[in-house]
């Protein structure tokens, strides 16, 4: 099936059962959450990926801490906006419509939940959970700073006079185990239980839309073509080109929080 612009898109989803969208870091943007590969994706002289690592955390565990109390500080301050809102809000008309709706979602900020969606399967974890590296308990965690060791640290500056942080800085289970963020690094492997969701609701769906993400990342970015080859309309939202790209039914350049609203507003009818 050709689609060629918002309007043949439209007539599409609003003929379908089952919609799955997949939300990468470009969702949050506009709410001011820099990207990993955008500009923003450095924190002093490494990228995120480089402190997102098993590695970086048996080297380091405080310099890993002060990176992700960093973010939570930053994330402690922004909102949800119009793409999260467009998308909670068409799930809750097309929940009401009887119909199937998944949210897949690489981001681990919360701001889909904050906005209100329901059914979100979070592949990459949460910022606001910490997990025992023990025995493994994972709990809600929002306090900003992380411990009161971590107060007014984390700038991103590389000229930043860096302090050590060491064990009686960090965060401890009541177990005695060290605590970590829940976060899903690279190198390791997701739940299987979100990744099983997620292949589930890609493989089942009659129209899948790709907002915000680089499609770089796997195993999340083969859900695109997994989609496809189900047979879905695969739509694409992103201001550039990626990698899935040239596999997709129709690609919408440009912000998901300007595009988003005008593909879902409305519907289903
Ligand atoms: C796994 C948590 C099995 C971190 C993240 C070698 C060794 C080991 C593994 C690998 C390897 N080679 C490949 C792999 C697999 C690896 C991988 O895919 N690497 C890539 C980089 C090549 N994957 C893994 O390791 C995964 N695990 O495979 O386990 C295994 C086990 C052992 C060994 C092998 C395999 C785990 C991946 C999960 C990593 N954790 N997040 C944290 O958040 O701190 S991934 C991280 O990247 C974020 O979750 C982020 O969401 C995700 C993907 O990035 P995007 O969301 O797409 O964001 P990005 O910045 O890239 O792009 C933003 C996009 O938005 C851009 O396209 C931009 O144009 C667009 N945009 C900008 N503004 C807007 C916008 N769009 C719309 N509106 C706007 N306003
Ligand atoms: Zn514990």
């Not at 989609?227 to 040239?246: D, I, L, Q, S, W």
């Amino acid at each position: 099936m050709a689609i060629h612009g918002v309007e043949d898109f439209r007539r599409a989803l609003g003929a379908a059962r089952r919609v799955t969208v997949l939300s990468g870091a470009g969702v949050s943007a506009e709410s001011g959450v820099p990207t990993f590969r955008g500009a923003g994706g450095m924190w002093r002289r490494w990228s995120a990926t480089d402190l997102a690592t098993p590695a970086a955390w048996a080297r380091d565990p405080g310099l890993v801490w002060e990176f992700y109390d960093y973010r939570r500080q930053r994330m402690a301050e922004v909102r949800p906006n119009r793409a999260h809102i467009a998308l909670a809000e068409f799930e809750a008309r097309w929940t009401a419509a009887g119909r199937d709706f998944t949210l897949v979602t690489q981001n681990v900020d919360g701001l889909h939940e904050a906005a209100g969606s329901v059914a979100v399967t979070r592949l990459h974890g949460s910022i606001w959970h910490v997990r025992c590296v023990s025995c493994g308990q994972v709990t809600p965690n929002r306090d900003v700073p992380i411990t009161p060791a971590f107060a007014g640290a984390g700038s991103p500056d590389p000229a930043t006079k860096t302090r050590w942080f060491g064990p009686g800085d960090l965060p401890f289970c009541k177990c005695g185990g060290l605590l970590r963020p829940h976060i899903v690094w690279f190198g390791e492997s997701l739940d299987a239980q979100d990744i099983g969701n997620a292949v589930a609701a890609a493989s089942r769906c009659d129209v899948f839309i790709a907002v915000g993400t680089s499609a770089v990342v796997y195993p999340a970015a083969g859900l695109i073509p997994r989609a496809r080859a189900a047979g879905a309309v695969v739509c694409e939202v992103n201001p550039e080109p990626t990698p899935a790209t040239p596999d997709v039914t129709v690609h919408f350049s440009g912000p998901a929080g300007e595009v988003l609203p005008g593909l879902l507003d409305g519907l289903p009818g």
